[in-house]
C-alpha cells in the first residue's frame, strides 16, 4: 500500500471519528439517529431528515448548524430511502415520530420534516396525510408525486419552505406545488437558487431552518 493511499485512510478514518464523536449521538434498533440537546435545554424545535439512501452518520454533520446554532434536535430516519416503497418509508417516519413524543427535549408541536428529491417528495406525502403530527415541512428538488389530496382544514398551521433551482428538472413541480398551496390558504415560502437538480450544502439547509425557526415563534 503506498504512502499516498495510507494518507487517504487516515484521513478519512479521522473525519469518520470526529463525526461519530459528536457527543449526545445515539441510535435505536430501527436504525434511526439522535442528536438531542441536553436535558437541561427546554422543549426544542426538532428537524427530521430523510436521507435518499437511508439515514447515515454524515446526516449529522450535514445538519450541524441547525444543531448548534439553532439549538434544534436532529433525527435522521434510518428506513426511509429511495426506491422503496412508500408506504413503507412512511411507516417508518410515523413509528420515529412517536417515539419523539417520549423525548423530554422534543417540543411535540415542532418537529420539521426534511427531504431532498424522492425523500423531499416522500417528506410532503408524509406532511400533508399526517399534518397533526408536523410543524413544517422544508425540500430542496422535490416532486408532487407523492402526495395525497390534502384536507387543507388541517393544515392551516403548516410552515412551508420548498427549495428548487433555475434548471431543476422538478422546478415546474416546486412552483406548481407553491400556488397550489397558496391558492388553499398556507403560506409558503418559494426559493430558487441557481444550479441544477442537486442537494444543497450544511448552509443552505441552516438557511431554511432558521427561516422556519422565526415562523415557528410566530405560532
Not at 423531499?120 to 428538488?141: E, N, S
Amino acid at each position: 500500500m503506498n504512502r499516498h493511499w495510507l494518507i487517504i485512510c487516515g484521513y478519512a478514518i479521522l473525519t469518520f471519528t470526529a463525526i461519530w464523536c459528536q457527543p449526545g449521538i445515539s441510535f435505536d434498533s430501527q436504525e434511526n439517529i439522535y442528536r438531542l440537546q441536553p436535558m437541561a435545554v427546554y422543549p426544542r424545535p426538532t428537524l427530521l431528515y430523510l436521507d435518499c439512501n437511508g439515514g447515515r452518520i454524515e446526516d449529522i454533520d450535514t445538519a450541524r448548524f441547525v444543531y448548534d446554532s439553532l439549538g434544534w434536535n436532529v433525527v435522521i430516519c434510518g428506513k426511509s430511502r429511495n426506491h422503496r416503497s412508500p408506504y413503507l418509508n412512511e411507516a417508518d417516519i410515523i413509528s420515529l415520530v412517536s417515539k419523539l413524543f417520549y423525548c423530554p427535549q422534543v417540543d411535540s408541536g415542532g418537529i420539521v420534516i426534511y427531504g431532498f428529491s424522492g425523500q423531499g417528495a416522500q417528506a410532503l406525502g408524509t406532511t400533508f396525510r399526517y399534518p397533526q403530527l408536523f410543524a413544517g415541512v422544508i425540500t430542496q428538488c422535490a416532486h408532487h408525486g407523492l402526495m395525497s389530496k390534502p384536507n387543507f382544514s388541517l393544515c392551516n398551521k403548516l410552515k412551508i419552505i420548498l427549495i428548487t433551482r433555475e434548471y431543476d428538472w422538478n422546478r415546474k413541480s416546486n412552483e406548481f406545488l407553491a400556488e397550489y398551496f397558496t391558492e388553499n390558504g398556507l403560506k409558503v415560502n418559494l426559493i430558487i437558487t441557481e444550479g441544477e437538480h442537486k442537494i444543497g450544502d450544511a448552509q443552505e439547509l441552516f438557511h431554511a431552518c432558521k427561516i422556519l425557526d422565526s415562523l415557528l415563534l410566530q405560532k
